[in-house]
Structure formats: C-alpha cells, structure tokens
C-alpha cells in the first residue's frame, strides 16, 4: 500500500517520514482528537482529577461531553488507534481501517454535526448549551471540508508502510 498515487516531488522532503510515506499533519491529528472527544474527554478529565485540577474545572468539563457523541467518538477514536498504529508491523485491520480514514472521518464529523443540530433544535430556546452545540457544528464542518478537500490527507490515507 506504500505507493505513491502523487508526484513524489509534489511535497518537501520533511514532510515523509523514514520509510517515505507522507507524515499526517498536525491539523488531521486535531481534527482526530476532536472528532472523538467523548472518549479522549473522559481520559483528559481523569488525568486532570490525578494531576489535582480543581474539581469545578472537572466539572465544567463534564458539561462538554455527551453520550449522546459517543458513536461518532468511536469512529473517529479507529483513525486514532491507526495514527498511533502505522507502522509496518500493524495488523490487516489497522491497515484496513487506514485506508478509508478520509471517509471514517468525514462520517464521523457528519453523525456529530447531525446530534449537534438535533440537540439544538430540541432545546427551542436560544442558551449557553445551544450557543455552545452551535460553535462545535461549525468546528466539526471546518474538519468534515478539511478532511474532504486537502489533498495532503487524501494522500496521507493513500499510504501505509510496507510490511
């Protein structure tokens, strides 16, 4: 799966990595790590409870997740597990789910616009919560077209290294 369907010369040197597949950008880590923040807010909020935040901060964190979030969390936690996998020894699913990222996480970003629009509208009124629902759609379509329109992510999915 490590062959380049790009010009090779299409990027700079720095941007591959030592087996010469392309480096995922900072920017797709981002949008992976937000796609599934109602498993990584969990984690973030049991190590700021280890590390002796203050509970009202964890508190006011709790108000951010939402089970509800859970199964585009899920889908975009795969693409996690295969940014953190992809290396030449990962198994058939890594490389597998590798493969179709771009859709995995447009998918996910889509399910997660979609609860954010239903939690608004069953609201009625116009409050923080909503407000706040509102600014995470409009940061999820800011990485649902990220994730469908740079070339560099279609490239990066494009590759795995060679076994």
Not at 9 to 34: F, G, I, Q
Not at 65 to 77: C, M, Q, T
Not at 143 to 152: E, P
Request: proline share 7%; charged share 15%.
């Amino acid at each position: 799966m490590h062959r380049h369907s790009f010009p090779t010369n299409s990027y700079p040197e720095s941007y591959y990595d030592d087996r010469m597949c392309l480096k995922p950008p900072l920017l797709l880590w981002l949008a992976a790590t937000y796609l599934s923040r109602a498993i990584t807010l969990p984690l973030l909020m049991a190590i700021a409870h280890f590390a002796g935040v203050d509970s009202r901060a964890i508190s006011a964190l709790r108000e951010y997740w939402s089970v509800d979030s859970l199964i585009p969390s899920l889908i975009a936690a795969l693409i996690m597990v295969a940014l953190f996998r992809r290396v030449p020894s990962a198994p058939r699913p890594v490389r597998w789910i590798w493969a179709r990222g771009q859709i995995l996480l447009a998918v996910s970003a889509i399910l997660d616009i979609a609860l954010q629009a239903i939690a608004a509208i069953g609201q009625g009124e116009i409050n923080n919560l909503s407000l706040l629902s509102a600014a995470a759609a409009v940061v999820d379509l800011y990485f649902l077209v990220y994730v469908l329109a740079a070339s560099r992510v279609r490239h990066v999915f494009s590759e795995f290294p060679d076994p």
